[in-house]
C-alpha cells in the first residue's frame, strides 16, 4: 500500500492558497464556491501525484522527508497557477522547478544504477521515470495555450523538447505554433529546419517555407532560409556524387536551352516515385500542419506560379545519385537552377533592398564555386537595378576576386582587374562612398597579403586614393581618421589631421584626435578652447567630456575646473541639449570624489533648482553616491548620520520613480532599497503595488518581487 504523503500535511483546502497581492481588493463571499473549487481542483492533481511519489520513495530516488518538500512546493506552486487570474511568471517558476528535479532525480538514477533490468537485480524502467517529463510537458502545454502570444516561451519549449529528445512532441508543437502565428517566420523556418535535419524529409521543409511565403510573401527571412535549404541540398547531392562517382560537378558545361525546355519531372524513376509514396506517410516526428484559414482567402504564391520549380519539385534525391549519367535537366537542376529561380522571385517581391540582395550573395559565395552561376545573375541585378548606387558598384567591382585568396597564382591579375574597375567608377563619377568602400577594399586586402612587393603596391594605391579623395573635396571624417591613423608616423599624422581640420572644422572626432597628439598641456588646453567654440553644441559632449577629464588629470585648480562644468552645461552650450544630463552626471561625480559630500550635496540642490528636467539617469547616479557614503557611515557606525543619509536616500529614490513612472528596473531599485536598506517590508509591498499600475512588463516586476519577499 503506498503511503499517503498529505497526511503528514494539512490537506489542501481553499485557506491553504497563497495570499493576495497588497492592497487587492478583498474577496466578497460570492467568491467562495470558487477558492473550494479551486481546492478541489489543485486537490485532484496532487492526489494524482501519489504513485509517482510513491514510486520515487521506493526506487529510492528521494527520501521521505524530499518527498513531503516536494508536496509542499507542488501545492503552493498549484495553487498559484490554479488562480483566476494566473500570472505567466507561476507556470514558469512551476516549469523551473519541476526541470530542476528532473534533472536531480537523473543524477540519483545514475549515482545509484537505477537503470538496471529487474532480471539483474534492477527495479527497471517504472512511472517515476518519465512521469516529470510529462508533467512538464503538460505544464508547457497550458501555459502556451493560456500565453499563446508570447514566442519567447514557444522557442523555450522547443529547446526544451530537443534537449529531452521529445520529437513526436516537438513537431506536434511546431504545427500548433504556426496554426496560431502564421505570420511569425521564425516558426515556419524552425519547423523546415526540423524536416530537413532531423527527418531529412527536404519535400517536407521545401512545403512548409512555401506555405510560409505564400502567407508571409514579404518576410526576407524566409526568403533567405528557402534559398539556403536549396543550396544546402544541391550542396549535399553534389558531395554525394563526388562520393559516388568521383566527378565534379561544378566543372560541368550545362546546356541552357535543353535545361529550359526538358520536362525535369521525367527524371524521376519508378524506384524514386515508390520512396515519395513512402515519404507522404504520416510520420509521428513531422510537422503536420493543417490547411490554414488565412490560406484559403490567398491566391498562389509567386514560388509556387514559378515554372522552374514546379517542374523541378518531383525531382528526388535518389534519381540524382542512380547513374554517373546526367540529363541536362538533372545538371541544370545541381547548377542551382531553383535557388537562381528563388533569388529571381525574391528580388520582384522585395525590389528595391539592396541589403537584402547582399545577403543572397553572401550565402552563394558560402558554397563555394558551383555557386558561380547564381552569382553572376546576382551581379547582373545589380548593374540592372542598382547602377547609381555606389555599395552596388563596389561589389561589382570586387567580384573579381570571389572564390580567391592571396595565394591563388590568378590573384595579382584578379587584383589588377578590381583596382581597374574601381578607378574607373572613381573617374567617371567620384562620391566619398565610392572611395571609402575603395579604400576599405585596398586596406582589406593589404591586411591578408604577406609578399612584401603586394604589400608596397597596396600602400602606393592606399596613399594614392586618400590623396585623390582630399584633392576632389570627398574625404570624409571617417577617411581622414583612418588615413590618420594609418600614417607611418606621427609627424604626417599631424598633417592629416591639420588637413581634416580645414575639411572639417566643426568635426569633434577630428578636434579630439588632433588634440590626443599634442604634445604640451598648454598646446592641449589651447586647442580645446578653439573646439568647444567651433563645434556644434548639439555635438560638442564628447569634446566637453574630454576637456573636463584633461583638467583634472593636469591638475587644475578647482575652479577653473568648476568654470569649464558650468559653462559646459549653461544654455550656450550643453544647456537645453539631450547630452546635458550626461555631463551633469560628470559633474556631480567630480564634486563628489574632489570636494566632498557637503558641496556634493549642495551642488545637487543647486542643479534641481536650475528650472531643467532631471532625469532618472542623474537621480540614479546621485543615489550610487549616496548609497556609497552610507556604507561608509554604517562602517563607521556613525548611526545619526546614517539615518540622515538614508533619508535622503528615499527621497532621491522617489525623484528617480516620478522622473519616469513607467521604468520597471527604478521601480525595482526602489523596492529593493525599502526591503534591503530602509527593512520596511510593508511600505515595500505598498511600492509594488503602486509599481503594478505603471510598468508594462508586470511578470517581470511579480518575478523580481517574489524573489526579494524569500
Not at 494539512?10 to 473550494?36: D, K
Not at 523538447?161 to 511546431?174: D, T, Y
Not at 506517410?281 to 520549380?309: H, M, N, Q, R, W
Not at 537645453?576 to 552626471?585: A, M, N, Q, R, S
Amino acid at each position: 500500500m503506498g503511503r499517503n504523503f498529505f497526511s503528514a500535511t494539512q490537506r489542501p483546502t481553499a485557506e491553504a492558497a497563497p495570499r493576495a497581492a497588497p492592497r487587492a481588493p478583498r474577496a466578497s463571499t460570492a467568491a467562495a464556491p470558487t477558492a473550494v473549487a479551486m481546492a478541489d481542483q489543485v486537490h485532484f492533481h496532487l492526489e494524482a501525484m501519489l504513485p509517482e511519489l510513491n514510486d520515487l520513495e521506493r526506487k529510492g530516488v528521494f527520501s521521505a522527508l524530499e518527498i513531503k518538500a516536494i508536496v509542499k512546493k507542488r501545492t503552493a506552486f498549484e495553487y498559484s497557477i490554479h488562480r483566476r487570474i494566473a500570472k505567466k511568471a507561476d507556470f514558469v517558476k512551476y516549469i523551473e522547478y519541476e526541470t530542476n528535479l528532473e534533472k536531480l532525480r537523473r543524477k540519483r538514477k545514475d549515482r545509484f544504477n537505477l537503470d538496471r533490468p529487474a532480471e539483474q537485480g534492477g527495479l527497471g524502467i517504472s512511472l517515476s521515470d518519465y512521469s516529470i517529463v510529462r508533467r512538464i510537458h503538460t505544464l508547457y502545454q497550458k501555459t502556451l495555450k493560456k500565453f499563446k502570444g508570447d514566442v519567447r516561451l514557444w522557442l523555450q519549449y522547443f529547446e526544451w523538447c530537443k534537449i529531452m529528445g521529445s520529437v513526436k512532441a516537438l513537431g506536434k508543437s511546431f504545427a500548433n505554433a504556426i496554426q496560431m502565428h502564421p505570420t511569425k517566420a521564425v516558426f515556419w523556418i524552425l519547423a523546415a529546419a526540423w524536416e530537413f535535419e532531423h527527418n531529412s524529409d527536404v519535400a517536407s521543409a521545401r512545403v512548409l517555407l512555401q506555405r510560409g511565403l505564400r502567407i508571409n510573401p514579404t518576410d526576407k527571412k524566409l526568403w533567405l532560409e528557402y534559398f539556403k535549404l536549396e543550396l544546402l541540398w544541391v550542396h549535399k547531392l553534389k558531395e554525394r556524387r563526388r562520393v559516388l562517382f568521383k566527378e565534379d560537378l561544378d566543372e560541368m558545361e550545362v546546356d541552357e536551352k535543353d535545361s529550359d525546355e526538358e520536362e525535369t519531372g521525367e527524371a524521376v524513376s519508378e524506384e524514386a516515385a515508390a520512396a515519395e509514396d513512402a515519404e507522404d506517410a504520416e510520420d509521428a516526428t513531422g510537422v503536420d500542419v493543417p490547411t490554414l484559414d488565412v490560406e484559403d482567402e490567398l491566391e498562389a504564391g509567386v514560388v509556387e506560379k514559378d515554372k522552374v520549380i514546379s517542374k523541378s519539385k518531383d525531382v528526388t534525391a535518389d534519381s540524382l545519385l542512380q547513374k554517373k549519367d546526367l540529363t541536362p535537366a538533372q545538371i541544370a537542376l545541381l547548377d542551382v537552377l531553383i535557388p537562381r529561380a528563388i533569388y529571381r522571385n525574391a528580388i520582384k517581391v522585395v525590389p528595391h533592398d539592396l541589403a537584402f540582395r547582399f545577403e543572397f550573395i553572401n550565402v552563394y559565395k558560402q558554397f563555394g564555386k558551383g555557386s558561380a552561376k547564381g552569382l553572376e545573375e546576382a551581379y547582373e541585378s545589380l548593374v540592372e537595378d542598382f547602377s547609381a548606387n555606389p555599395d552596388a558598384l563596389s561589389k561589382i567591382a570586387e567580384r573579381h576576386l570571389d572564390f580567391m585568396d592571396a595565394s591563388d597564382p590568378a590573384f595579382p591579375a584578379a587584383l589588377k582587374s578590381v583596382v581597374q574597375e574601381y578607378e574607373a567608377l572613381l573617374a567617371a563619377a567620384a562620391s566619398t562612398s565610392l572611395a571609402s568602400n575603395y579604400i576599405a577594399f585596398l586596406t582589406a586586402q593589404r591586411a591578408i597579403v604577406d609578399e612584401d612587393s603586394l604589400v608596397r603596391y597596396f600602400d602606393i594605391l592606399i596613399r594614392r586614393a586618400y590623396d585623390a579623395a582630399q584633392k576632389d573635396g570627398y574625404c570624409s571624417v571617417d577617411m581622414f581618421l583612418d588615413w590618420s591613423r594609418s600614417a607611418e608616423s606621427d609627424a604626417d599624422a599631424t598633417v592629416v589631421l591639420e588637413k581634416a581640420l580645414v575639411a572639417h572644422p566643426a568635426s569633434p572626432r577630428l578636434w579630439l584626435e588632433h588634440i590626443d597628439r599634442l604634445a604640451t598641456i598648454k598646446s592641449k588646453k589651447d586647442a580645446f578652447v578653439k573646439a568647444v567654440a567651433v563645434v556644434d553644441r548639439a555635438e560638442s559632449l564628447p569634446v566637453w567630456e574630454k576637456y573636463t577629464e584633461f583638467l583634472v588629470a593636469s591638475g587644475a585648480g578647482m575652479g577653473e575646473i568648476e568654470t569649464a562644468f558650468k559653462t559646459a552645461i549653461s544654455r550656450k552650450n550643453l544647456g537645453g541639449t539631450p547630452h546635458e544630463d550626461e555631463l551633469k552626471i560628470r559633474y556631480v561625480e567630480w564634486s563628489f570624489k574632489h570636494q566632498g559630500i557637503a558641496p556634493f550635496r549642495q551642488l545637487r540642490a543647486a542643479l534641481a533648482k536650475t528650472g531643467s528636467t532631471l532625469t532618472t539617469a542623474f537621480f540614479m547616479a546621485c543615489i550610487r553616491l549616496e548609497m556609497q557614503q552610507w556604507q561608509r557611515e554604517v562602517a563607521e557606525t556613525t548611526t545619526a548620520d546614517a539615518n540622515r543619509t538614508k533619508a535622503g536616500l528615499e527621497k532621491l529614490w522617489e525623484s528617480a520613480v516620478n522622473a519616469d513612472r513607467s521604468n520597471l528596473d527604478t521601480w525595482i531599485g526602489y523596492i529593493r532599497f525599502t526591503f534591503e536598506v530602509a527593512k520596511d517590508p510593508s511600505k515595500a509591498a505598498q511600492l509594488y503595488w503602486l509599481a503594478g499600475k505603471e510598468v508594462d512588463d508586470k511578470d517581470e516586476l511579480e518575478t523580481v518581487f517574489q524573489s526579494m519577499k524569500q
